[in-house]
Protein backbone atom coordinates (compact mmCIF):
# COMPACT_ATOMS: atom_id res chain seq x y z
CA UNK A 1 0.00 0.00 0.00
CA UNK A 2 1.45 3.40 -1.29
CA UNK A 3 -1.92 5.50 -1.36
CA UNK A 4 -4.73 6.07 0.98
CA UNK A 5 -7.60 4.40 -0.82
CA UNK A 6 -9.77 6.82 1.26
CA UNK A 7 -8.10 10.26 -0.06
CA UNK A 8 -5.24 9.23 -2.45
CA UNK A 9 -2.74 10.87 -0.62
CA UNK A 10 0.34 8.79 0.06
CA UNK A 11 0.82 6.96 3.25
CA UNK A 12 3.09 6.25 5.76
CA UNK A 13 4.34 3.13 8.01
CA UNK A 14 4.18 3.79 11.51
CA UNK A 15 2.89 2.79 15.09
CA UNK A 16 -0.52 4.12 15.50
CA UNK A 17 -0.86 5.66 19.05
CA UNK A 18 -2.54 2.78 21.94
CA UNK A 19 -0.92 0.64 18.88
CA UNK A 20 2.06 -1.64 19.02
CA UNK A 21 2.12 -3.33 15.39
CA UNK A 22 3.19 -0.51 12.20
CA UNK A 23 0.13 0.06 9.88
CA UNK A 24 -0.31 1.98 6.99
CA UNK A 25 -1.17 5.45 7.73
CA UNK A 26 -2.64 8.23 5.91
CA UNK A 27 -1.32 11.53 8.13
CA UNK A 28 -3.83 14.06 5.67
CA UNK A 29 -6.88 11.83 6.57
CA UNK A 30 -5.80 10.07 9.76
CA UNK A 31 -7.35 6.66 8.61
CA UNK A 32 -5.07 3.49 9.58
CA UNK A 33 -5.37 1.16 7.10
CA UNK A 34 -5.38 -2.12 8.94
CA UNK A 35 -4.18 -5.90 6.51
CA UNK A 36 -5.61 -9.26 8.03
CA UNK A 37 -5.33 -12.77 7.10
CA UNK A 38 -7.31 -14.29 4.47
CA UNK A 39 -9.21 -17.37 5.28
CA UNK A 40 -9.21 -19.88 2.00
CA UNK A 41 -12.22 -22.33 2.25
CA UNK A 42 -12.82 -25.95 0.52
CA UNK A 43 -13.89 -29.00 0.34
CA UNK A 44 -12.59 -32.80 0.45
CA UNK A 45 -15.34 -33.87 -2.30
CA UNK A 46 -16.06 -37.84 -1.30
CA UNK A 47 -17.80 -40.38 -3.34
CA UNK A 48 -17.76 -43.43 -1.45
CA UNK A 49 -13.99 -44.51 -1.43
CA UNK A 50 -12.98 -41.90 -3.92
CA UNK A 51 -12.37 -38.23 -3.43
CA UNK A 52 -12.10 -35.36 -5.91
CA UNK A 53 -8.97 -33.48 -7.24
CA UNK A 54 -8.33 -30.78 -9.38
CA UNK A 55 -5.27 -30.13 -11.83
CA UNK A 56 -4.60 -26.55 -11.65
CA UNK A 57 -4.93 -24.31 -14.82
CA UNK A 58 -3.51 -21.52 -13.55
CA UNK A 59 -0.42 -20.13 -11.70
CA UNK A 60 0.62 -20.79 -8.83
CA UNK A 61 1.41 -24.75 -9.89
CA UNK A 62 0.11 -24.99 -12.96
CA UNK A 63 -0.81 -28.69 -13.57
CA UNK A 64 -0.25 -29.87 -10.13
CA UNK A 65 -3.50 -31.64 -8.06
CA UNK A 66 -5.15 -29.63 -5.09
CA UNK A 67 -8.45 -29.47 -3.74
CA UNK A 68 -11.16 -27.48 -4.54
CA UNK A 69 -10.89 -24.38 -2.80
CA UNK A 70 -10.41 -20.22 -2.56
CA UNK A 71 -10.25 -17.10 -1.22
CA UNK A 72 -13.60 -16.90 0.87
CA UNK A 73 -15.57 -13.75 -0.25
CA UNK A 74 -17.72 -10.82 1.96
CA UNK A 75 -20.74 -11.84 2.88
CA UNK A 76 -20.39 -15.56 3.14
CA UNK A 77 -20.46 -18.75 5.51
CA UNK A 78 -17.48 -20.84 5.63
CA UNK A 79 -19.34 -23.40 3.84
CA UNK A 80 -20.86 -21.55 1.81
CA UNK A 81 -17.55 -20.74 0.23
CA UNK A 82 -16.08 -23.69 0.64
CA UNK A 83 -19.42 -25.12 -1.64
CA UNK A 84 -18.94 -22.22 -4.13
CA UNK A 85 -15.20 -23.16 -4.55
CA UNK A 86 -15.94 -26.53 -5.43
CA UNK A 87 -18.43 -25.34 -7.76
CA UNK A 88 -16.71 -22.99 -9.43
CA UNK A 89 -13.22 -25.29 -9.86
CA UNK A 90 -15.20 -28.23 -10.19
CA UNK A 91 -18.51 -28.05 -11.37
CA UNK A 92 -19.52 -30.43 -8.42
CA UNK A 93 -22.42 -29.85 -6.02
CA UNK A 94 -21.43 -30.90 -2.57
CA UNK A 95 -23.30 -31.51 0.57
CA UNK A 96 -22.78 -32.59 4.07
CA UNK A 97 -20.21 -30.09 4.87
CA UNK A 98 -18.02 -30.94 8.01
CA UNK A 99 -15.39 -28.33 9.41
CA UNK A 100 -12.37 -31.19 8.86
CA UNK A 101 -8.95 -28.57 9.24
CA UNK A 102 -8.21 -25.17 10.21
CA UNK A 103 -4.62 -24.85 9.14
CA UNK A 104 -2.97 -21.17 9.57
CA UNK A 105 -0.09 -20.23 7.37
CA UNK A 106 1.32 -17.60 9.11
CA UNK A 107 4.22 -16.52 6.39
CA UNK A 108 1.56 -16.15 4.37
CA UNK A 109 -1.26 -14.38 6.39
CA UNK A 110 -3.43 -17.49 5.61
CA UNK A 111 -6.01 -20.01 7.58
CA UNK A 112 -7.27 -22.68 5.07
CA UNK A 113 -10.43 -24.47 6.40
CA UNK A 114 -11.52 -27.36 4.83
CA UNK A 115 -14.55 -29.13 5.50
CA UNK A 116 -15.30 -32.93 4.32
CA UNK A 117 -18.01 -33.26 2.09
CA UNK A 118 -19.96 -36.01 0.02
CA UNK A 119 -20.60 -35.15 -4.21
CA UNK A 120 -24.37 -34.56 -4.32
CA UNK A 121 -25.03 -36.15 -7.83
CA UNK A 122 -22.58 -37.99 -10.11
CA UNK A 123 -21.82 -34.70 -11.66
CA UNK A 124 -17.83 -33.21 -11.69
CA UNK A 125 -15.65 -31.63 -14.60
CA UNK A 126 -12.99 -29.46 -15.29
CA UNK A 127 -14.36 -25.26 -14.50
CA UNK A 128 -12.16 -22.15 -15.81
CA UNK A 129 -9.44 -22.87 -12.94
CA UNK A 130 -9.36 -26.30 -13.89
CA UNK A 131 -6.95 -28.93 -16.42
CA UNK A 132 -8.74 -32.03 -15.08
CA UNK A 133 -11.31 -32.90 -12.48
CA UNK A 134 -11.19 -36.69 -11.28
CA UNK A 135 -12.05 -38.87 -8.23
CA UNK A 136 -9.06 -41.05 -6.81
CA UNK A 137 -8.36 -43.97 -4.92
CA UNK A 138 -6.42 -43.58 -2.02
CA UNK A 139 -3.86 -45.59 -3.37
CA UNK A 140 -4.05 -43.44 -6.89
CA UNK A 141 -3.13 -40.25 -5.24
CA UNK A 142 -0.40 -38.36 -7.21
CA UNK A 143 1.65 -37.69 -4.01
CA UNK A 144 4.41 -35.80 -5.87
CA UNK A 145 2.36 -33.84 -8.20
CA UNK A 146 0.00 -31.92 -5.27
CA UNK A 147 0.16 -28.08 -5.56
CA UNK A 148 0.87 -26.87 -1.84
CA UNK A 149 1.64 -28.14 1.28
CA UNK A 150 -1.96 -27.92 2.83
CA UNK A 151 -3.53 -30.29 0.14
CA UNK A 152 -0.89 -32.81 1.71
CA UNK A 153 -1.64 -32.41 4.96
CA UNK A 154 -5.02 -32.24 4.54
CA UNK A 155 -5.14 -35.47 2.68
CA UNK A 156 -2.45 -37.40 5.43
CA UNK A 157 -4.79 -36.53 7.88
CA UNK A 158 -7.73 -37.88 6.22
CA UNK A 159 -6.47 -40.80 4.79
CA UNK A 160 -5.30 -41.14 8.71
CA UNK A 161 -8.94 -40.90 10.09
CA UNK A 162 -10.35 -43.37 7.51
CA UNK A 163 -9.84 -46.68 8.65
CA UNK A 164 -11.40 -45.47 11.94
CA UNK A 165 -14.15 -43.71 10.46
CA UNK A 166 -13.63 -40.82 13.53
CA UNK A 167 -12.57 -37.22 11.73
CA UNK A 168 -11.48 -34.76 14.58
CA UNK A 169 -11.27 -31.49 13.60
CA UNK A 170 -7.55 -30.61 12.85
CA UNK A 171 -6.39 -27.25 14.16
CA UNK A 172 -2.79 -27.22 13.09
CA UNK A 173 -0.12 -24.62 11.59
CA UNK A 174 2.03 -24.89 8.75
CA UNK A 175 5.62 -23.17 9.60
CA UNK A 176 7.84 -22.04 6.35
CA UNK A 177 10.35 -24.73 5.17
CA UNK A 178 13.75 -23.24 6.31
CA UNK A 179 15.57 -22.22 3.35
CA UNK A 180 18.90 -24.45 1.96
CA UNK A 181 21.94 -23.33 2.39
CA UNK A 182 23.12 -22.44 -0.94
CA UNK B 1 -12.24 2.60 -1.15
CA UNK B 2 -12.02 5.45 -3.35
CA UNK B 3 -8.82 5.63 -4.72
CA UNK B 4 -6.17 2.61 -5.70
CA UNK B 5 -3.55 1.87 -3.06
CA UNK B 6 -0.89 1.28 -5.53
CA UNK B 7 -1.21 4.20 -7.76
CA UNK B 8 -3.39 7.00 -6.33
CA UNK B 9 -5.72 7.14 -8.96
CA UNK B 10 -9.64 6.73 -8.55
CA UNK B 11 -11.51 3.16 -8.90
CA UNK B 12 -14.39 2.04 -10.37
CA UNK B 13 -16.66 -0.82 -9.62
CA UNK B 14 -17.00 -3.29 -12.05
CA UNK B 15 -16.92 -6.88 -12.61
CA UNK B 16 -13.33 -7.60 -13.81
CA UNK B 17 -13.08 -10.40 -17.12
CA UNK B 18 -13.28 -14.05 -15.80
CA UNK B 19 -14.74 -12.59 -12.29
CA UNK B 20 -18.78 -12.76 -11.48
CA UNK B 21 -18.68 -10.21 -8.44
CA UNK B 22 -17.72 -6.31 -8.82
CA UNK B 23 -14.86 -5.33 -7.44
CA UNK B 24 -12.75 -1.70 -6.81
CA UNK B 25 -10.80 -2.20 -10.37
CA UNK B 26 -7.91 0.48 -11.02
CA UNK B 27 -8.13 1.35 -14.54
CA UNK B 28 -4.90 3.44 -14.25
CA UNK B 29 -2.48 0.38 -13.16
CA UNK B 30 -4.67 -2.38 -13.51
CA UNK B 31 -5.04 -3.36 -10.32
CA UNK B 32 -8.09 -5.38 -9.04
CA UNK B 33 -8.66 -4.64 -5.02
CA UNK B 34 -10.33 -7.43 -3.62
CA UNK B 35 -11.82 -7.65 0.18
CA UNK B 36 -12.41 -10.51 2.20
CA UNK B 37 -13.56 -11.80 5.46
CA UNK B 38 -12.17 -10.81 8.40
CA UNK B 39 -10.98 -13.50 11.44
CA UNK B 40 -11.85 -12.40 14.81
CA UNK B 41 -10.06 -14.89 17.57
CA UNK B 42 -10.90 -15.47 20.87
CA UNK B 43 -11.31 -16.92 24.16
CA UNK B 44 -13.43 -18.58 26.98
CA UNK B 45 -10.28 -18.75 29.24
CA UNK B 46 -11.42 -21.07 31.91
CA UNK B 47 -10.53 -21.61 35.80
CA UNK B 48 -11.94 -25.04 37.35
CA UNK B 49 -15.58 -23.81 37.15
CA UNK B 50 -15.69 -20.10 36.76
CA UNK B 51 -14.79 -18.65 33.32
CA UNK B 52 -13.54 -14.79 32.35
CA UNK B 53 -15.53 -12.19 31.11
CA UNK B 54 -14.42 -8.47 30.07
CA UNK B 55 -16.48 -4.96 30.30
CA UNK B 56 -15.29 -3.16 27.08
CA UNK B 57 -14.15 0.24 27.72
CA UNK B 58 -14.34 0.94 24.44
CA UNK B 59 -17.08 1.60 21.40
CA UNK B 60 -19.29 -0.42 20.20
CA UNK B 61 -20.47 -1.95 23.31
CA UNK B 62 -19.60 0.19 25.73
CA UNK B 63 -19.83 -1.15 29.33
CA UNK B 64 -21.05 -4.61 28.55
CA UNK B 65 -19.45 -7.81 29.18
CA UNK B 66 -18.09 -9.80 26.24
CA UNK B 67 -15.25 -12.94 26.14
CA UNK B 68 -11.78 -11.52 24.94
CA UNK B 69 -11.54 -11.66 21.25
CA UNK B 70 -9.68 -9.21 18.10
CA UNK B 71 -9.05 -9.20 14.92
CA UNK B 72 -6.52 -12.06 13.98
CA UNK B 73 -3.06 -10.20 12.89
CA UNK B 74 -1.05 -10.96 9.60
CA UNK B 75 1.82 -13.49 10.76
CA UNK B 76 -0.38 -15.42 13.49
CA UNK B 77 -1.58 -18.87 13.74
CA UNK B 78 -5.10 -18.35 15.05
CA UNK B 79 -4.17 -19.82 18.41
CA UNK B 80 -1.81 -16.95 18.78
CA UNK B 81 -4.18 -14.38 17.83
CA UNK B 82 -6.76 -15.92 20.84
CA UNK B 83 -3.83 -15.64 22.97
CA UNK B 84 -2.63 -12.35 22.43
CA UNK B 85 -5.79 -11.02 22.63
CA UNK B 86 -7.09 -12.72 25.74
CA UNK B 87 -3.52 -11.10 27.05
CA UNK B 88 -4.35 -7.53 25.69
CA UNK B 89 -8.08 -7.56 27.21
CA UNK B 90 -7.47 -9.36 29.79
CA UNK B 91 -3.90 -9.42 31.15
CA UNK B 92 -4.46 -13.45 31.26
CA UNK B 93 -1.82 -15.60 30.04
CA UNK B 94 -4.07 -19.24 28.62
CA UNK B 95 -2.84 -22.56 28.48
CA UNK B 96 -4.54 -25.65 26.15
CA UNK B 97 -6.25 -23.85 23.43
CA UNK B 98 -8.76 -26.13 21.71
CA UNK B 99 -10.70 -25.01 18.87
CA UNK B 100 -14.39 -24.72 20.29
CA UNK B 101 -16.50 -22.02 18.02
CA UNK B 102 -16.57 -21.07 14.26
CA UNK B 103 -18.80 -18.50 13.58
CA UNK B 104 -19.74 -16.85 10.83
CA UNK B 105 -21.15 -13.83 10.78
CA UNK B 106 -21.98 -13.05 7.02
CA UNK B 107 -23.56 -9.72 7.03
CA UNK B 108 -20.74 -8.03 8.74
CA UNK B 109 -18.03 -10.44 6.93
CA UNK B 110 -16.44 -11.84 10.17
CA UNK B 111 -15.39 -15.41 10.99
CA UNK B 112 -15.29 -15.49 14.98
CA UNK B 113 -12.96 -18.75 16.20
CA UNK B 114 -13.34 -18.81 19.66
CA UNK B 115 -11.07 -21.38 21.88
CA UNK B 116 -11.53 -23.23 25.53
CA UNK B 117 -8.59 -22.07 27.72
CA UNK B 118 -7.15 -22.65 30.84
CA UNK B 119 -6.17 -19.35 32.66
CA UNK B 120 -2.01 -20.35 33.23
CA UNK B 121 -2.15 -18.90 36.83
CA UNK B 122 -4.21 -16.83 38.54
CA UNK B 123 -3.42 -13.46 37.11
CA UNK B 124 -5.62 -11.47 35.23
CA UNK B 125 -6.65 -8.02 35.38
CA UNK B 126 -8.44 -5.13 33.09
CA UNK B 127 -6.22 -4.48 29.55
CA UNK B 128 -6.69 -1.21 28.31
CA UNK B 129 -9.96 -1.93 25.88
CA UNK B 130 -11.68 -3.30 29.34
CA UNK B 131 -13.00 -1.44 32.30
CA UNK B 132 -13.11 -4.56 34.77
CA UNK B 133 -12.15 -8.22 34.35
CA UNK B 134 -13.75 -11.06 36.42
CA UNK B 135 -14.16 -14.46 36.69
CA UNK B 136 -17.64 -15.67 36.79
CA UNK B 137 -19.50 -18.79 37.84
CA UNK B 138 -22.29 -20.12 35.82
CA UNK B 139 -25.16 -18.61 38.01
CA UNK B 140 -23.53 -15.02 37.78
CA UNK B 141 -23.09 -14.61 33.81
CA UNK B 142 -24.72 -11.06 33.24
CA UNK B 143 -26.79 -12.51 30.35
CA UNK B 144 -29.07 -9.13 29.88
CA UNK B 145 -25.66 -7.28 29.58
CA UNK B 146 -23.42 -9.18 27.11
CA UNK B 147 -22.03 -7.45 23.96
CA UNK B 148 -22.64 -8.86 21.41
CA UNK B 149 -24.96 -12.03 19.91
CA UNK B 150 -21.82 -14.42 19.32
CA UNK B 151 -20.70 -13.85 22.75
CA UNK B 152 -24.22 -14.95 23.97
CA UNK B 153 -24.02 -17.90 21.44
CA UNK B 154 -20.44 -19.41 22.57
CA UNK B 155 -21.50 -18.91 26.14
CA UNK B 156 -24.34 -21.09 25.96
CA UNK B 157 -23.00 -23.30 23.73
CA UNK B 158 -20.25 -23.94 26.48
CA UNK B 159 -22.82 -23.90 29.16
CA UNK B 160 -24.74 -26.82 27.02
CA UNK B 161 -22.06 -28.96 26.44
CA UNK B 162 -20.34 -28.63 30.35
CA UNK B 163 -22.12 -31.17 32.21
CA UNK B 164 -21.26 -33.94 29.66
CA UNK B 165 -17.84 -32.92 29.46
CA UNK B 166 -17.56 -33.35 25.84
CA UNK B 167 -16.77 -30.02 23.63
CA UNK B 168 -17.07 -31.06 20.10
CA UNK B 169 -16.16 -27.87 17.45
CA UNK B 170 -19.58 -25.90 17.05
CA UNK B 171 -19.57 -24.63 13.36
CA UNK B 172 -22.80 -21.97 12.86
CA UNK B 173 -23.74 -19.07 11.24
CA UNK B 174 -25.21 -15.76 12.84
CA UNK B 175 -27.94 -14.39 10.41
CA UNK B 176 -28.77 -10.44 11.15
CA UNK B 177 -31.98 -10.56 12.59
CA UNK B 178 -35.28 -9.03 10.52
CA UNK B 179 -35.87 -5.77 11.24
CA UNK B 180 -39.14 -4.99 13.41
CA UNK B 181 -41.41 -2.89 11.40
CA UNK B 182 -41.92 0.86 12.41
Redesign the interface.
Known amino acids: ???????????IEKVPA?DS?PRHVCESCQTI???????VAGCIPIQEDRLLLCRRAIEPRFGLWTLPAG??????????AAARETMEEACAEVKDL??YG?F?I??I?Q?Y?MFRANLANGHFGPG?ESLEVRLFEEHEIPWDQLAFPVVRLTLERYFSDLPGRTFP?H?E?IIRPPRRMP
Open positions: MIFCSNCGQQVGRHYQNPKIFMENGESTEQTLVSPHSVMAVVN
